[in-house]
């Protein structure tokens, strides 16, 4: 593998990283949770592109680093998925409990 194909793989993965980032600060400032899916589905699918070649061995250190600053992005990206499912849940158990509320209120004052 040449330098310069060395260069364009850091390069792509470094693409990648910001986008990643990118996708999850758009996460964290919008509920359009199936267009972050469909982006999250494209960039695993770049990623795995420019992962297809074996690795090379003067290249191992500048896609280690890429590659843990994607663990990273990766890790806060499900931390806030996960905070936003548990927010979502608790708010469907809020409006559950206030519907049985209203219908138990309803069946006594009509008792």
């Not at 260069?7 to 949770?33: C, P």
């Not at 469909?38 to 695993?44: A, M, Q, W």
């Not at 590659?67 to 990206?77: D, P, W």
């Not at 936003?84 to 209120?105: C, E, I, K, T």
């Amino acid at each position: 593998m040449t330098s310069n194909r060395v260069s364009l793989r850091v390069t792509r993965l470094a693409s990648l990283v910001e986008a990643y980032r990118a996708l999850l600060e758009t996460a964290q400032g919008s509920a359009e949770w199936q267009t972050i899916r469909e982006r999250e589905v494209e960039l695993r699918r770049q990623l795995e592109s420019v992962l297809q070649e074996p690795l090379q061995r003067h290249e191992a250190d500048a896609v280690r680093i890429q590659l843990q600053e994607l663990l990273v992005i990766n890790h806060a990206l499900s931390e806030h998925i996960e905070r936003q499912r548990s927010r979502l849940f608790s708010d469907m158990r809020h409006a559950n409990q206030v519907r049985r509320a209203a219908v138990a209120y309803r069946h006594t004052v009509m008792g």
